[in-house]
């Protein structure tokens, strides 16, 4: 379980360093690591995309569901709800 939760922490770490890249506005052909982060990013917030797809029309008219940082926010909260999910119950 302690393995689990790490790699949820570190998908999260993640996240928030691809969120920061385009928040700083740097290109993602800047060079190799840049790339990686950009493609496994997409990859580890798609979800997002689609639970915010299914909640499109009950979202309020501020939040863009197509936007990158609602999805890539979301992404993140998601992966942090279920890191707490598995940490319930521990000892």
Do not use: C, K, Q, W
């Not at 197509?66 to 993140?76: E, S, W």
């Not at 709800?81 to 119950?89: C, T």
């Amino acid at each position: 379980m302690g393995l689990l939760r790490t790699i949820l922490a570190l998908v999260i770490l993640f996240i928030l360093v691809h969120v920061g890249l385009v928040y700083l506005g740097i290109e993602r052909t800047a060079n190799a690591v840049t790339e990686a982060i950009y493609g496994l990013g997409f990859l580890v917030e798609s979800p997002a995309t689609i639970i915010l797809g299914l909640l499109g029309t009950n979202l309020p008219d501020s939040l863009d569901p197509n936007g990158f940082f609602v999805i890539a926010l979301t992404a993140a909260a998601a992966y942090f709800v279920l890191y707490l999910l598995l940490g319930i119950g521990r000892r």
